[in-house]
Structure formats: C-alpha cells, structure tokens
C-alpha cells in the first residue's frame, strides 16, 4: 500500500513539472521579426484623413488626439487666413465651424502633447472638391418683410437640379403658429429650377416663418453642388383678401374678416375668351404708382396709374379712366380689373405681396400657363403630389 502511494506522489510530482514547462514563455527566435513597440506621444487622427481630396466643403473637418491634448492647432487657406473653429472642452479635438471654400487646398497646423511632454506634429493638407457648377438659389421672401396670407416661400436656382430630392431633404420651414404646408417643384423658370412651399389652407395672420435651406456643399446631381447657404425669417399680416365676382361687376376687399371696401368694377369681356379675367386664386406680386402696359394684338400703348400685378399673364388690378362708365355696370377691359383713379389708389395703398385675389364668375380658369405664382389653383393633394420625396 505505501507503494502505491509513493507512485501516485511521484506522478503528481512529475505532472507538476509539465504544466510548469507548458505554461512557460517559449524562447524567441532572433531570425523572426517582432512587432515594435508602440511610439511614444500622442496619436493623431484626421477627418477626412490627412492629404484627403475632394472633401465636401460644407462638411466639418477635425482633428483628434489619442492619449494626449491638442495645442496650437489651426487650419489655414491659402491666403495664410485661418478657418473658424474651436477646441473640444478637453482640448482633444478641434472641429471647424466655418464653411470652406470649394477648390481650395487647406493646411494643418499644431502638435498633440502627451502627458510625458512628448509632442506629435499636427500636418497635412486636406483639398476641397472641385464641382462641374455651382448653382445658387434666390428666396423670393427677405428678413424682416411683411406678406400676405397667400405668400408661397420660393427658391429660384440660377441653373436646372437633377437631384431634387437631395434639396428637398433638407429644406425647413419653421413657424410660430401650427401650419401644414409642402414643398412642391414647378416646372423650370428664369434659366432655372425653382421649388416652393405652400401652406394647405392661407397663412394664419400674424405667423411668424423661419426658411432654413443648408444647400451649401449638396450635391445636386450632374457635378452640381449648392454654391451658399439660403435663411430668411419674416411675418404674415392681416389677412385681406379681395373678393372679385366678375358678374358681380364688384370688387369687394375682406380684411380680418370684415368687409373694408365694395368698388365698382369692370373685368375682362367675356366674349373673348383672350380678354377674360381668369378665374381662381390670384396672388399679388408687386405695385407700381405708374404702369405702362402694351398690346400689339389689341394696339394700346398707356400708362395706367396704381397698378397691382395680380398674375404674370397681364392682369393688373389698376386705375382706367376710359372704363369709368362701365365700372359697376359691364365688364369691357382686355382681362384686367379697373376701378377708378380713387378707389384704386385706395386699394394700392393697402396690398402687400401676397395677398390673394379670388376671381370668379369668368369661363376661364387661372392655370400654370398663366405666370408663376398659380400654386393655388392646384387641390392640396394635386400640391402634395409635385414633392420630390412624395
């Protein structure tokens, strides 16, 4: 029986010896490379990375420290000036703030401090995308501006977009009172593409409206890319509205919803389906105190006094003397609205760019052929329907 013992002591003993040979680092071969130590300092990191080429220059750029801070870090042009930006509040990361130029080479500048003193240059270059075009766009709205509560929002680009899409996405609209409205593309005008906004119902009065539209750096298809960043913010005023029935030989101005004025008027001759005034919702555009307006189909060349344009076809809301004695009786005009030198001086001194005008009671019908502004003769889905993301 000791024997036995003795044995299995042995091989435990034996056992002992081979788990500490096995668990043992095995010695190295000097003929096989080894992996090298990893540098000291701190490491840094690009976005994009460093020597990058046409990066978006609407896009951020940053640098990164790992296992250290960054110092004196900046990002020049060119012209020696540098881009705005700043330090992350652990002074690890430094982000650009302002936008970069298309085409343009731009150069680091710094180093990133490890806690031993260690410094790693900050360097390289990072070079902007150069676009086939760059295509700006034009709001049709400035800061600050009164308008009426039929003011579509609008963006006329100075050349065609093929990827309407990627505009649309991010486009905002923001306002002070709950308003459902959508963007809708029209087809091309003034040498370009042009995209509006239109509430479903007419603006509440007294909305305040912020346009945000980031096209900076999109890409708008076919090597195009957005050349700036478009913002406005204005206010709809009261809401006056004019009520023209044409068979009413009337024209009636509803402000805040009460009548503020009922004019004679004379509208276009019905029997010529080109003097007729069109029916549907008009919007005013813009005023003038003197207004010369041509015909050669008709032969007239004249100056009319307090003109308001109310589509681009020719239809004006304007003083006529000539027509005074139909005014309130009979329509006779080549599609315009006459009232007296009075009462169109009154009515000139209260529109403001889009306030609507309601025509009714003629054979023809407002319709995109007749100017820009015809978004509402369209039903709210018909509107809907003209989105690119729809």
């Given at each position: 029986?000791?024997?036995?013992?003795?044995?299995?002591?042995?091989?435990?003993g034996?056992?002992?010896?081979?788990g500490?040979?096995?668990?043992?680092?095995?010695?190295?071969?000097?003929?096989?490379?080894?992996?090298?130590?990893?540098?000291?300092?701190?490491?840094?990191?690009?976005?994009?990375?460093?020597?990058?080429?046409?990066?978006?220059?609407?896009?951020?750029?940053?640098?990164?420290?790992?296992?250290?801070?960054?110092?004196?870090?900046?990002?020049?042009?060119?012209?020696?000036?540098?881009?705005?930006?700043?330090?992350?509040?652990?002074?690890?990361?430094?982000?650009?703030?302002?936008?970069?130029?298309?085409?343009?080479?731009?150069t680091?500048?710094?180093?990133?401090?490890?806690?031993?003193?260690?410094?790693t240059?900050?360097?390289?270059?990072?070079?902007?995308?150069?676009?086939?075009?760059?295509?700006?766009?034009?709001?049709?709205?400035?800061?600050?501006?009164?308008?009426?509560?039929?003011?579509?929002?609008?963006?006329?680009?100075?050349?065609?977009?093929?990827?309407?899409?990627?505009?649309?996405?991010?486009?905002?609209?923001?306002?002070?009172?709950?308003?459902?409205?959508?963007?809708?593309w029209?087809?091309?005008?003034?040498?370009?593409?042009?995209?509006?906004?239109?509430?479903?119902?007419?603006?509440?009065?007294?909305?305040?409206?912020?346009?945000?539209?980031?096209?900076?750096?999109?890409?708008?298809?076919?090597?195009?890319?957005?050349?700036?960043?478009?913002?406005?913010?204005?206010?709809?005023?009261?809401?006056?509205?004019?009520?023209?029935?044409?068979?009413?030989?009337?024209?009636?101005?509803?402000?805040?919803?009460?009548?503020i004025?009922?004019?004679?008027?004379?509208?276009?001759?019905?029997?010529?389906?080109?003097?007729?005034?069109?029916?549907?919702?008009?919007?005013?555009?813009?005023?003038?105190?003197?207004?010369?307006?041509?015909?050669?189909?008709?032969?007239?060349d004249?100056?009319?006094?307090?003109?308001?344009?109310?589509?681009?076809?020719?239809?004006?809301?304007h003083?006529?003397?000539?027509?005074?004695?139909?005014?309130?009786?009979?329509?006779?005009?080549?599609?315009?609205?006459?009232?007296?030198?009075?009462?169109?001086?009154?009515?000139?001194?209260?529109?403001?760019?889009?306030?609507?005008?309601?025509?009714?009671?003629?054979?023809?019908?407002?319709?995109?052929?007749?100017?820009?502004?015809?978004?509402?003769?369209?039903?709210?889905?018909?509107?809907?329907?003209?989105?690119?993301?729809?």
């Amino acid at each position: 029986m000791r024997r036995v013992l003795i044995v299995v002591v042995a091989l435990i003993g034996a056992l002992g010896v081979v788990g500490a040979v096995a668990l043992a680092a095995p010695p190295q071969d000097p003929a096989v490379p080894q992996a090298a130590p990893a540098p000291a300092g701190a490491q840094v990191s690009y976005q994009p990375a460093a020597s990058a080429s046409s990066a978006n220059p609407a896009q951020p750029v940053s640098v990164r420290a790992a296992g250290g801070t960054l110092d004196g870090v900046s990002l020049t042009g060119p012209d020696g000036d540098a881009v705005d930006g700043a330090l992350s509040p652990d002074r690890t990361t430094w982000t650009s703030s302002g936008d970069l130029d298309f085409a343009t080479t731009y150069t680091w500048h710094g180093r990133a401090v490890a806690p031993d003193g260690t410094a790693t240059p900050v360097q390289g270059t990072v070079a902007t995308l150069e676009p086939a075009h760059t295509v700006r766009g034009t709001l049709n709205i400035g800061d600050d501006r009164t308008v009426g509560i039929a003011a579509p929002i609008e963006i006329q680009f100075d050349r065609h977009v093929e990827d309407r899409a990627a505009i649309e996405k991010v486009l905002k609209v923001t306002t002070s009172k709950e308003v459902e409205g959508a963007w809708g593309w029209l087809p091309d005008e003034n040498g370009g593409s042009r995209v509006h906004w239109r509430p479903k119902e007419y603006w509440p009065s007294g909305t305040k409206v912020t346009v945000d539209a980031p096209l900076k750096g999109v890409d708008y298809g076919g090597g195009s890319y957005g050349a700036e960043d478009l913002t406005t913010s204005f206010a709809i005023g009261r809401a006056q509205i004019v009520k023209a029935d044409a068979r009413s030989f009337r024209m009636i101005v509803i402000r805040d919803g009460r009548e503020i004025a009922d004019y004679p008027a004379s509208y276009g001759l019905a029997d010529d389906p080109n003097r007729n005034t069109r029916s549907g919702i008009h919007v005013v555009t813009e005023k003038f105190t003197d207004k010369r307006m041509v015909s050669q189909q008709y032969g007239y060349d004249v100056v009319e006094k307090w003109a308001v344009r109310m589509s681009n076809n020719g239809e004006f809301i304007h003083a006529n003397p000539v027509s005074a004695a139909a005014q309130g009786a009979a329509n006779v005009t080549h599609g315009c609205v006459n009232l007296s030198i009075e009462n169109a001086k009154a009515y000139y001194d209260t529109v403001l760019y889009g306030d609507p005008v309601e025509v009714t009671g003629t054979p023809v019908q407002l319709s995109a052929r007749d100017g820009d502004l015809w978004d509402w003769t369209l039903s709210w889905e018909k509107w809907k329907g003209l989105s690119a993301l729809s």
